[in-house]
């Protein structure tokens, strides 16, 4: 584990220990590095880690502050980017494609780096959201189970300590939730498929438990590739239905 990785560990307990809420203030840098024993530009490097996360917010000469873990740090990836994507999604359904293309590309990344940087504590996160997961869909819930899908895959992005794939995935979050939620909502009806994601997912999942970059990369990428092809047939076999319905009845003449 690196440096900041162990830092960011131990402010995290230390947070949990003080009770510290949303709006609370942390110690100063000089306070931490000497109760923890470690020099401040690691502390410093910690918070940037923390904050690139969502636990906590450094203001310009004010401190660093606790704040909701799943908040975004601010709107401005919701404002400038989702949103003009969310239109391309909803304007043109094809566009969902794209979203899949997207998610291959980053989350190879991120699965690598989150098997080789995942903390007990990241750890931990991805198992109870693959549990989530798995409990929704075992209660008939395609809603959250598809809302814990799309937690799991984020989950892992935290885990990879990579500032730039993790704000890029969260910029990119409510839209991947939205498309994940209409992919699953449909696979759901077809109770293999529902079995092979549930697969897929736990290989993931042991894959990075266990510290193999390779087969966790590998991994996600044969589930993104599956997820393709399955929603991919689901749209051809409704357009081939659609295109059914609208040919005239035919009756048998004398």
Same mark, same amino acid.
């Given at each position: 584990?690196?440096?900041?990785?162990?830092?960011?560990?131990?402010?995290?307990?230390?947070?949990?220990?003080?009770?510290?809420?949303?709006?609370?203030?942390?110690?100063?840098?000089?306070?931490?590095?000497?109760?923890?024993?470690?020099?401040?530009?690691?502390?410093?490097?910690?918070?940037?880690?923390?904050?690139?996360?969502?636990?906590?917010?450094?203001?310009?000469?004010?401190?660093?502050?606790?704040?909701?873990?799943?908040?975004?740090?601010?709107?401005?990836?919701?404002?400038?980017?989702?949103?003009?994507?969310?239109?391309?999604?909803?304007?043109?359904? *094809?566009? /969902?494609?794209?979203?899949?293309?997207?998610? %291959?590309?980053?989350?190879?990344? !991120? $699965?690598? &780096?989150? #098997? +080789?940087?995942?903390?007990?504590?990241?750890r931990q996160e991805i198992r109870r959201r693959f549990e989530d997961m798995v409990r929704f869909q075992s209660r008939g819930d395609p809603d959250l189970s598809a809302q814990a899908d799309a937690s799991f895959h984020l989950s892992i992005a935290e885990a990879s300590h990579n500032a730039v794939l993790l704000?890029?995935?969260?910029?990119?979050?409510?839209?991947?939730?939205?498309?994940?939620? *209409?992919? /699953?909502?449909?696979?759901?009806?077809?109770? %293999?498929?529902?079995?092979?994601? !549930? $697969?897929? &997912?736990? #290989? +993931?999942?042991?894959?990075?438990?266990?510290?193999?970059?390779?087969?966790?990369?590998?991994?996600?990428?044969?589930?993104?590739?599956?997820?393709?092809?399955?929603?991919?047939?689901?749209?051809?076999?409704?357009?081939?239905?659609?295109?059914?319905?609208?040919?005239?009845?035919?009756?048998?003449?004398?």
């Amino acid at each position: 584990m690196r440096l900041s990785d162990r830092i960011a560990e131990q402010l995290r307990a230390l947070i949990d220990e003080q009770g510290l809420r949303p709006g609370d203030r942390l110690p100063a840098e000089r306070r931490l590095a000497e109760a923890l024993g470690v020099s401040r530009p690691s502390v410093r490097e910690a918070i940037r880690q923390l904050a690139s996360q969502g636990l906590l917010r450094s203001r310009q000469g004010g401190g660093t502050y606790v704040q909701a873990c799943e908040s975004p740090v601010d709107d401005w990836p919701e404002r400038h980017l989702v949103r003009p994507l969310d239109e391309l999604v909803s304007d043109d359904p *094809e566009y /969902r494609y794209d979203v899949l293309e997207a998610r %291959h590309a980053l989350e190879g990344g !991120t $699965a690598w &780096h989150a #098997a +080789l940087r995942a903390t007990a504590q990241d750890r931990q996160e991805i198992r109870r959201r693959f549990e989530d997961m798995v409990r929704f869909q075992s209660r008939g819930d395609p809603d959250l189970s598809a809302q814990a899908d799309a937690s799991f895959h984020l989950s892992i992005a935290e885990a990879s300590h990579n500032a730039v794939l993790l704000q890029m995935m969260r910029g990119v979050f409510e839209l991947l939730r939205s498309t994940v939620t *209409e992919n /699953r909502q449909r696979m759901y009806l077809i109770q %293999h498929t529902q079995d092979q994601l !549930t $697969a897929q &997912h736990q #290989a +993931l999942m042991e894959a990075i438990l266990r510290g193999d970059a390779e087969a966790a990369r590998e991994t996600v990428w044969r589930h993104l590739e599956f997820v393709h092809g399955s929603v991919r047939k689901l749209d051809e076999d409704e357009a081939r239905r659609a295109r059914s319905s609208r040919l005239p009845p035919f009756t048998l003449t004398s």
